[in-house]
């Protein structure tokens, strides 16, 4: 609903689990344009990689831009 990725919540609202109790408050973006949305799924999907592969954000980060972000492609040029 608000665009927004697990991982950018928990980041925004300093939570330490994913699991949320009813009557939580939390944080979230109220709009956003396409250029920020995309930037915020380039970070998660840099973290997931690195996550992955053990790797630097700049090794991550040259994989990743290499093939325009397409992860599949990022792999089996890394390997």
């Not at 609903?1 to 939570?15: I, Q």
């Not at 949320?20 to 990689?49: H, K, M």
Request: hydrophobic fraction near 30%; charged fraction near 35%.
């Amino acid at each position: 609903r608000h665009r927004m990725a697990p991982e950018e919540l928990s980041r925004v609202n300093s939570l330490r689990h994913r699991s949320l109790r009813p009557g939580s408050t939390v944080l979230v973006w109220a709009e956003r344009s396409e250029t920020e949305v995309r930037e915020a799924e380039r970070a998660t999907t840099l973290l997931c990689f690195r996550r992955q592969h053990s790797c630097s954000v700049g090794e991550a980060r040259y994989y990743l831009e290499l093939h325009e972000y397409d992860v599949e492609r990022a792999i089996q040029q890394r390997r």
